[in-house]
């Protein structure tokens, strides 16, 4: 089995740079090759941008999924896309490692699935979703917040994180990926070990990286999230009327 972690946080002694080392470790013993995206060591270039393309299927006007498309077809896709799709095809599990910035994911990693997942090539109109291209493959968030927990709840003043995470959840489903419950470690205060009583925080930190090396040992087991997949929906892409989940809220 081969492991990718997607890792985006600026500092390398951060909280989120401790989980990425501890996930390493814990892949490691559970027997997992290991390969690591650190996209801030790696600078990769997280604006989509006509220049990222030297021969265009249109010259006149820059349509972002035209030129995916055609870069992916030609095999003339940015070093850096290349990189990154070849990591994620040898991955049988994916783990995005980041702290929660203004309510989502880093920039950085949001550019990473604004180039990286192209179309054409990761994705379209009918390899999407429970047809996905990358179906057989698991992916997990492992994330960060600076405010507590209850924070967090249906009701918490930081909004509710099932919320917060779903875009980027949906995101990687459309790929076909299976989705496993996030391990979110709230408090971390910005993710930073420097914002907190060292010695508080270095027993936090034990905690949390003990608890997570066990989980990871065993996420090849773990369910995935429940999504609604192509036979759910009608001609008009909205869940049918008779199915069970369409009354469910």
């Known amino acids: 089995m081969h492991a990718l972690i997607v890792y985006c946080h600026p500092e390398p002694h951060s909280f989120n740079g401790a989980m990425k080392d501890t996930t390493i470790d814990g892949l490691a013993d559970a027997g997992y090759s290991v390969e690591v995206?650190?996209?801030?060591?790696?600078?990769?270039?997280?604006?989509?941008?006509?220049?990222?393309?030297?021969?265009?299927?249109?010259?006149?006007?820059?349509?972002?999924?035209?030129?995916?498309?055609?870069?992916?077809?030609?095999?003339?896709?940015?070093?850096?896309?290349?990189?990154?799709?070849?990591?994620?095809?040898?991955?049988?599990?994916?783990?995005?490692?980041?702290?929660?910035?203004?309510?989502?994911?880093?920039?950085?990693?949001?550019?990473?699935?604004?180039?990286?997942?192209?179309?054409?090539?990761?994705?379209?109109?009918?390899m999407r979703y429970d047809t996905g291209r990358f179906g057989t493959k698991r992916v997990i968030c492992s994330v960060t917040?600076?405010?507590?927990?209850?924070?967090?709840?249906?009701?918490?003043?930081?909004?509710?994180?099932?919320?917060?995470?779903?875009?980027?959840?949906?995101?990687?489903?459309?790929?076909?990926?299976?989705?496993?419950?996030?391990?979110?470690?709230?408090?971390?205060?910005?993710?930073?070990l420097e914002y907190q009583d060292e010695q508080a925080l270095q027993a936090r930190l034990d905690v949390e990286r003990c608890a997570w090396s066990n989980r990871v040992a065993a996420l090849h087991a773990e369910p995935s999230l429940a999504f609604a997949g192509w036979d759910d929906w009608d001609e008009h892409g909205a869940l049918r009327i008779n199915h069970p989940r369409r009354w469910a809220d």
């Open 37 to 126: 995206s650190d996209l801030y060591a790696d600078e990769f270039d997280p604006v989509e941008h006509a220049r990222n393309y030297a021969t265009r299927e249109c010259s006149e006007r820059f349509f972002p999924l035209t030129e995916q498309n055609h870069a992916y077809d030609q095999c003339t896709l940015p070093s850096d896309v290349q990189r990154e799709i070849a990591r994620l095809e040898r991955a049988d599990l994916i783990i995005l490692q980041f702290p929660l910035w203004w309510h989502a994911q880093p920039a950085m990693l949001k550019g990473w699935f604004d180039r990286v997942f192209v179309y054409g090539g990761l994705y379209s109109g009918k």
């Open 145 to 192: 917040t600076g405010a507590p927990a209850p924070t967090f709840g249906r009701h918490g003043r930081s909004g509710d994180i099932v919320r917060l995470l779903w875009p980027i959840h949906y995101s990687l489903y459309y790929l076909g990926l299976q989705v496993l419950v996030p391990n979110v470690i709230f408090g971390a205060q910005g993710g930073g």
